[in-house]
Each structure stands twice: as structure tokens, then as C-alpha cells.
């Protein structure tokens, strides 16, 4: 209940400077990445999602990735232009996919949840930053698992059964109503920013 995953556009170790009349919040947030992936944002000056990442089975599924940033366009805003310019350069088509981050509530010592220091079998290295919470979309952790892994995120037994029936009679209406109970991931979040501001 203390951390929540949440997707940034970019997370750009640049902070802008905010105008005279807004107040900036800034909130800690951590990404793991790949020495290679840590090797690239040394070099742009910014970390940003790979591609290549993408088109690897093994790592995201084909929604799961694409869903996070239409929301996050929905839900935060557009990327900025140089942002989506790189990432067509480098080989992606459509939105540019965010950067996955942990973001801690109760303590801003360290993340609540340490990952294994390994990223599609590679070392990795835990990055910490801090962003404008306006550039993060917070889901709820445990819940963002359910579309990292693609499978629904049923509410009752029964929607969990409606579900199953529908994968295999209409897989149309069961891709459409994953995607439907995906939105449950922010939903989630509502309680907990609420026990801790």
C-alpha cells in the first residue's frame, strides 16, 4: 500500500522552472534499468523507453504498453515533440512508450519495492530521479500487474468467470472488456493518495 507504479513520458533529469504563480511538485520516483538502457539516458541526457524493449515478447505484451500511453496522453498530456521525435528515430512507431517508475508515499528514504537488479537478463541499475508529479500517472502497484501480464483485473468471482467464458467464445469482447477493467488501476490509487496528503 506504500508504493504505486506510475509511467512518466520522459523522465528528463532537466527540471523546467516553474512560473511565478504555480508551485511545482516535485515527487522521488526510481526506474530500473538496463546498463545499456543507463548507458543511453547518460547520453540523452534523459531515460527514456526503448523500442526494442517492445518488440520482445518476452518483456510487455502488445497491449499492456500501448494501453499506459494512451493513458498517460489522456490523463497527463501529450509527449513533448523531441520526445516523439526520438522515439521514431530510434525505431517506434505510434505513441512513444513511458518509462515504468515506483513512486513511495510513506517514506522517501528508498523504494518500498527493490526489484531484482536484473532486466531482461542483463544487469540493471536503480535510477532515482524527481519529476513533476503532473508528468507521472500513478496506477495502483499490485493492480498494474494485471496489465503487465495481460489478464483481466475482475472486481467479483463472476466477472472473473464472465471473463474466462468470453476468451474463448469472443475474444473481441474479452480484449475490449480487459482493456475496460484495466482503468481499475487508477481507481485503486484514489485511497491511497487520500490516507497519506
Known sequence: MGACAGFACDSNAQQRTPTADEATIMVRVWTLQSLSGYEAALKAGAV?????????GDFCNEDSYGFMSHELQKRVGP???????????RGGSGLPAPV?????FRSRAQPEYVPEPWVCGERAVLLEAEVPREEVLPSQFNAFNHVLNDIPLPLTEEEDE??????????????????????RIFEALVCLFLQVL
Open 79 to 89: 509527449c513533448p515533440a523531441e520526445v516523439s521525435q526520438s522515439w521514431l528515430e
Open 48 to 56: 527514456r523507453a526503448s523500442p526494442k524493449h517492445l518488440e520482445n
Open 162 to 183: 464472465e471473463l474466462s467464458a468470453l476468451k474463448t467464445t469472443e475474444p473481441e469482447a474479452f480484449r475490449e472488456r480487459k482493456l475496460q477493467s484495466w482503468q
Open 100 to 104: 515504468w517508475v515506483w513512486q513511495q
